[in-house]
Nanobody
Framework: VQLQASGGGLVQAGDSLRLSCAAA????????MAWFRQAPGKERVLLGH????????YYKDFVKGRFTISRENAKNTGYLQMTNLKPDDTAVYYC?????????????WGQGTQVTVSS
């Protein structure tokens, strides 16, 4: 499975942004797609994930209410919709995918897309 993340950029605090993650290859093996982020000088953290077939999304508490994960199976694309962005959301955002056999270990990763939120 190959993943291509896109949609990052420079936004102002309070803005919204939608990231996309296009999957290619053996997409029928995807059980879950997750979104992570890594801020400068910090470890990569999980934001949430979505089950690819059922479309059930799960979130870490610190993004609940502001971030929404979705997917469009027909396009083999996952999305991370972010609202009310804050400077602390500045990070490189990654999408990742896991097969059912490896979940919750994510073996397939996109290249990351930079999100910068100015105050």
């Amino acid at each position: 499975v190959q993943l291509q993340a896109s949609g990052g950029g420079l936004v102002q605090a309070g803005d919204s942004l939608r990231l996309s993650c296009a999957a290619a290859g053996h997409t029928n093996s995807i059980y879950s797609m997750a979104w992570f982020r890594q801020a400068p000088g910090k470890e990569r953290v999980l934001l949430g994930h979505i089950t690819w077939t059922a479309g059930k999304a799960y979130y870490k508490d610190f993004v609940k209410g502001r971030f929404t994960i979705s997917r469009e199976n027909a396009k083999n694309t996952g999305y991370l919709q972010m609202t009310n962005l804050k400077p602390d959301d500045t990070a490189v955002y990654y999408c990742a995918a896991a097969a059912a056999s490896s979940f919750p270990d994510y073996n397939y990763w996109g290249q990351g897309t930079q999100v910068t939120v100015s105050s």
